[in-house]
């Protein structure tokens, strides 16, 4: 299962962005979408994750700024990012766990990761 993710760029503190990601291959389920995050010097951070139930959960650093949400129907996952800090600039990747058809017959696990977009947010 291949993940693309897009919406990353430039934007002013205070501002908004919207990411996305998109799943493509023999899908049957996914269970858990999330967003993590990278930053120059640090570990890799979750941001925020929804589960196939509509549960989630945030990083408390953007409780109340960003929004995550997903399309079952389109296997796509968003996150809403509003007033935007310096602090959220970072490489950020989508990851998506659940099942698929390997060579179209056996239902197999995967755990897939976007490539990455960045957000850069100046101050």
């Known amino acids: 299962v291949q993940l693309q993710a897009s919406g990353g760029g430039l934007v002013q503190a205070g501002g908004s962005l919207r990411l996305s990601c998109a799943a493509s291959?023999?899908?049957?389920?996914?269970?858990?979408m999330g967003w993590y995050r990278q930053a120059p010097g640090k570990e890799r951070e979750l941001v925020a994750g929804?589960?196939?139930?509509?549960?989630?959960n945030y990083a408390d650093s953007v409780k109340g700024r960003f929004t995550i949400s997903r399309d079952n129907a389109k296997n796509m996952v968003y996150l809403q990012m509003n007033s935007l800090e310096s602090d959220d600039t970072a490489v950020y990747y989508c990851?998506?766990?659940?099942?698929?058809?390997?060579?179209?017959?056996?239902?197999?696990?995967?755990?897939?990761w976007g490539q990455g977009t960045l957000v850069t947010v100046s101050s």
């Open positions: 929804i589960t196939s139930d509509g549960s989630t």
């Open positions: 291959g023999s899908i049957n389920s996914i269970n858990f």
């Open positions: 990851n998506m766990a659940g099942s698929y058809y390997s060579g179209g017959f056996y239902l197999t696990s995967f755990n897939s």
